[in-house]
């Protein structure tokens, strides 16, 4: 059974860092494309950030080039999110995604985490 | 920038048909944009619905199509129930680095 777990988040203060971790099981990590989406407190979804299999890729969505960096270890399984002078917009509950191999629609979701900036 | 486009709001009574829509503020919605559809419960993650225009996800029931209807992706429910009522969001895909463009949902009502 494919399974996304985030964890990470919490409240920090504007202008902190926040590290988030998805740890994937039930398939093979290293084989898929992987995203963040994330939702701001009664929102719609927004794509933020996504590596390919081996890290050699990333993108970003605009908002979040140069504070935002995505990054995997495929020997743990595991997607990253580093998160540095946040700011009160980004406040939203973050959902690491899995990517359909060979299409890029979102397949599998984990569960998300929360992610609140303000003093 | 792009604006991908939904409906905010639908009302379908059980058992009926309802079709939702995703569109562009400026251009088409073609199958190049690998159009996808997500049901959102509150306080749940999203699940695939329909990916790349008309493919339903596994276990996703049949009365849930995909497909474009003119210049827009369109998300069809058949024989509307109520555990059908949700946000339902749509996404195209713009192409590496520019990625994924999500609408702004439809809050579907079942009554």
């Known amino acids: 059974e494919v399974q996304l777990v985030e964890s990470g988040g919490g409240l920090v203060q504007p202008g902190g860092s926040l590290r988030l971790s998805c740890a994937a099981s039930g398939f093979t990590f290293s084989s898929y494309w992987m995203s963040w989406v994330r939702q701001a407190p009664g929102k719609g979804l927004e794509w933020v950030a996504n590596?390919?299999?081996?890290?050699?890729?990333?993108y970003y969505v605009d908002s979040v080039k140069g504070r935002f960096t995505i990054s995997r270890d495929n020997a743990k399984n595991s997607l990253y999110l580093q998160m540095n002078s946040l700011r009160a917009e980004d406040t939203a509950v973050y959902y690491c995604?899995?990517?359909?191999?060979?299409?890029?629609?979102?397949?599998?979701w984990g569960q998300g985490t929360l992610v609140t900036v303000s003093s | 920038q792009t604006v991908v486009t939904q409906e905010p709001s639908f009302s379908v009574s059980p058992g009926g048909t309802v079709t939702l829509t995703c569109g562009l503020s400026s251009g088409s919605v073609s199958t190049s944009y690998y159009p996808s559809w997500y049901q959102q419960t509150p306080g749940q993650a999203p699940r695939t619905l329909i990916y790349?225009?008309?493919t339903r996800s596994s276990g996703v029931p049949d009365r849930f199509s995909g497909s474009i209807l003119g210049n827009k992706a369109a998300l069809t429910i058949t024989g509307a129930q109520a555990d059908d009522e949700s946000d339902y969001y749509c996404?195209?895909?713009?192409?590496?680095?520019?990625?994924?463009?999500f609408g702004g949902g439809t809050k579907l009502t079942v009554l």
């Open positions: 996404v195209l895909y713009m192409g590496s680095g520019i990625a994924w463009v």
């Open positions: 590596i390919k299999q081996d890290g050699s890729e990333k």
């Open positions: 995604a899995r990517h359909y191999q060979l299409l890029p629609d979102f397949d599998y």
């Open positions: 790349s225009t008309n």
